[in-house]
């Protein structure tokens, strides 16, 4: 069955400071695909970005990138420049399926200070 | 932005009585899961439909919850008898169906908040 392990429980920074969130996932499977929500205060969860296994390139979409490598089992999310309204539980999902069986990790919370 | 519908937003119950919640998903959505998120943890998936059929339930404590989505559409998650440890958010997510290098994203209602008193 797949994994998914945040580390990272808590993570403060300084609005305009970098943060990267750390993902690290177990699977059997050789196709696989991962998510990164965002749960604000308000409490709906938000789709961010997804990645397939099968495309290990990484990219830039405005603030926020992402760095997928298989060898390592790691789908790390970073925001660039963070603001106060970044502030949110952060959640890597794994799904090992096109049936889409979505699986979390725990989450990590970030808090972002003016 | 079309949304899932949820209801209640929240719900207080004392233990041992039944509780039922409701989930209406995105137009054209054949994809329905519950999720059961309980406070500091990530959502846990319960159940996944495609269309009226159940995709997964393994991890359904099929003892005292029961789900349905008769005409494919619509969706209700009952606990009966409540308990103590069921207390959390109960979301509803639902998705387009997905293709091999194109895996839908889940797009997640605001959640039923439970109170199992």
């Known amino acids: 069955a797949q994994k998914v392990t945040q580390a990272q429980t808590e993570i403060s920074v300084v609005e305009k400071e970098d943060v990267t969130l750390d993902c690290v996932y177990e699977?059997?499977?050789?196709?696989?695909?991962l998510f990164w929500y965002k749960q604000p205060p308000s409490g709906e969860l938000v789709f961010l970005i997804r990645?397939?296994?099968?495309?290990?390139q990484n990219e830039i979409s405005g603030r926020y990138s992402w760095n997928f490598q298989k060898s390592t089992s790691s789908f790390n999310f970073t925001i660039t420049a963070s603001q106060v309204v970044d502030s949110a539980v952060y959640f890597c999902?794994?799904?090992?399926?096109?049936?889409?069986?979505?699986?979390f990790g725990a989450g990590t919370r970030l808090t972002v200070k003016p | 932005e079309a949304e899932v519908a949820q209801s209640p937003r929240y719900k207080i119950t004392e233990k041992s009585q039944a509780v039922a919640f409701w989930c209406d998903p995105i137009?054209?959505?054949?994809?329905l899961y519950w999720y059961r998120q309980i406070l500091g943890q990530g959502p846990e998936l319960l159940v996944q439909?495609?269309?009226?059929?159940?995709?997964?339930d393994s991890q359904l404590p099929k003892d005292r919850f029961s789900a349905e989505r008769l005409k494919g559409v619509d969706s209700t998650l009952k606990i009966q008898p409540a308990e103590l440890g069921d207390s959390a958010m109960y979301l509803c997510?639902?998705?387009?169906?997905?293709?091999?290098?194109?895996?839908?994203?889940?797009?997640f209602g605001n959640g039923t908040r439970l109170t199992v008193t």
């Open positions: 999902a794994l799904s090992e399926s096109v049936y889409n069986d979505m699986r």
């Open positions: 439909f495609q269309d009226e059929s159940v995709v997964d």
């Open positions: 699977t059997r499977d050789t196709t696989y695909y």
């Open positions: 997510a639902s998705s387009l169906v997905s293709v091999r290098d194109r895996v839908s994203p889940l797009h």
């Open positions: 137009s054209g959505h054949a994809t």
């Open positions: 990645r397939n296994s099968f495309d290990e």
